[in-house]
């Protein structure tokens, strides 16, 4: 077969994955993909009602909801990304004894679904807070697709690199669960980064959601700036993290099965 060939083949192996995975996710209704709409709208909803009741303002900006939804979605988005690829390849166990199914098609087709997920709810999201006046267009919306895609590949990196230590060693998953906690706490969701004295921006700036989520708001706000904002570093950690994985996925390609 032709280079040419052999390239569509693998395309309709992970269209076929994706769908596969559609159908084991969200099942064959309708609903099952509307609940994964509405179970992160109304988390972020739930939290911007418990803060207007005790008065609390958005940290920057007139708009408490879009200021927490550039947060808490990005942070879910990296989130359910990571952590659904942890168990992607007992998923799919069955399927990797076909030749022409590889693990990394399995851990592409799970990425692609999920990112596509969360575009969806992105979309619906803060066009909604526009329809009712909480927020105004995007000032950038080239950086919220580049954003979008650097928060992909954060995760898909991250995950990669778990989905292996799984595969190894089961017990991860709930270690790592606690570990990551507090990226809730530590992400800039309920406040403005810049502001904070400088030690503590020296040690948050460490977190990449950090990074993610500023630029998230660079690309929202006309007027917000970021002190700790570096762009290439998420990309970069991602990348890395990325490769780690699927170094360690070859390599311990036969210890796992």
Known sequence: MTTAELLTLQIRVILSLVLRETRATFGTSSFGYLWAVITPTASVAVLVIL????????????????????????????????????????????????????????????????????????????AGLIAAGMAQLPARPGQLVLVFLSTALLGLGYGTVNAVIVSLWDTWMQIEKVLTRPLFFISGIFYVPSQLPTRAQDYLQWNPILHLVEWFRIGFYPNYSSSVLDKTYPVLVGTVLLLIGLAGERLFRRTRF
Do not use: C, W
């Not at 303002?57 to 939804?69: E, Q, R, T, V, Y």
């Not at 808490?72 to 988005?77: G, H, V, Y």
């Not at 069955?94 to 999920?114: E, F, G, H, Q, W």
């Open 51 to 126: 803060f207007s009741m005790v008065g609390r303002h958005a940290p920057f900006g007139a708009s408490l909801a879009l200021f927490f939804a550039t947060g808490i979605l990005t942070l879910q988005f990296f989130t359910e990304t990571s952590g659904k690829l942890m168990t992607v390849f007992d998923a799919n166990k069955a399927l990797l004894t076909y030749p022409i199914i590889k693990d990394v098609d399995t851990i592409l087709a799970r990425t692609i679904l999920i990112s596509a997920t969360y575009l969806v709810i992105m979309v619906i999201f803060y």
